[in-house]
């Protein structure tokens, strides 16, 4: 069976943002948006200034773009954020700023990152860069590394399934890599991360990122030439420190209520 008639699930995957599904009119009003000026007299057809952009919102369109279910509500104004923002404020002033001018971040390829113990809300504050990206209209991947890089190894599969893959994940206005340094490293993951970020670093494309590690030890963990470039690209890591936040949201599930303390002798009738 060829891979033309079963994509992988990379090729698969859709997005959404405001371009997904319809076509744009011409920004440059040259075009009826198809992305081609066509001559009547001559009957000839050439590129529109607007082709390049419509074919990057393509490719983008093609990358896991979803806020998933559990962050899809996220807000300045709701719990967790407005927890977060009691105890780091300065945290969510950096997110906030960066939110205002979030079109002139994008375009001229500036990022941020967060960097924490566990628990603490940094994909929770990534996912609102995501969301205002999204809302802005522009094209987002959200990914958390581990499952990037299954993804990339499932492109292997077909021939130039994995340089397209890279190509649509270097053409995204914005890509949001979850939990950098929880991959398992060898030397082709490292490898795979460093093309990924080099190439969003020359052509200047805006990463968010979320981390447990700082960026010394990230650089040890990552490599120093992939991670002198995200520092280039998002500055220095907002950090989020403190407890597991989970712990306190965990379920009182029926076992731990006094009955699951008695002993299995007791429930014997
Ligand atoms: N300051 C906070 N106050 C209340 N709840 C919080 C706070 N920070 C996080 N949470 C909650 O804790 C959980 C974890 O948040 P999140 O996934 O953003 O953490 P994280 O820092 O990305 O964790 P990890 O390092 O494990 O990826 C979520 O349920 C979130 O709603
Ligand atoms: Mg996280």
Redesign the pocket.
């Known amino acids: 069976m060829s891979t033309d008639e079963h994509p992988p699930a990379h090729a698969r995957l859709s997005v959404i943002g405001r371009s997904a599904g319809r076509a744009r009119p011409c920004p440059f009003d040259m075009c009826d948006g198809t992305g081609f000026v066509v001559d009547e007299q001559t009957n000839t057809a050439s590129d529109c200034p607007c082709r390049a952009g419509r074919i990057a919102r393509v490719r983008a369109a093609q990358l896991e773009g979803r806020i998933p279910r559990r962050y899809q509500g996220v807000s300045f104004e709701r719990?967790?954020v407005s927890?977060?923002a009691r105890?780091a404020p300065d945290q969510i002033q950096s997110i906030r700023r960066y939110l205002r001018t979030i079109e002139q971040n994008l375009d001229s390829g500036r990022g941020l990152w967060i960097a924490?113990d566990?628990?603490?809300?940094?994909?929770?504050l990534a996912m609102l860069v995501s969301k205002g990206a999204l809302d802005a209209g522009r094209s987002v991947a959200i990914y958390s590394l581990p499952r990037l890089l299954n993804l990339l190894r499932e492109s292997l599969a077909s021939e130039s399934g994995m340089l397209d893959f890279m190509d649509r994940l270097t053409a995204v206005d914005l890509l949001h890599l979850d939990?950098l340094g929880a991959e398992n490293q060898t030397e082709w993951v490292l490898e795979q991360l460093y093309s990924i970020v080099n190439a969003r670093y020359e052509a200047q494309r805006a990463i968010v990122a979320?981390t447990?590690l700082m960026p010394d030890a990230l650089a040890e963990h990552l490599g120093p030439r992939t991670v002198s470039r995200l520092v280039e690209i998002c500055g220095d890591p907002i950090p989020?420190y403190g407890c597991d936040?989970?712990l306190?949201?965990r379920p009182e599930f029926p076992q731990q209520s006094e009955h699951a303390l008695l002993g299995a002798s007791d429930l014997r009738p």
């Open positions: 719990p967790p927890d977060i105890t924490g566990v628990g603490t809300g940094k994909t929770t939990d979320t447990n989020l936040r989970r306190e949201h």
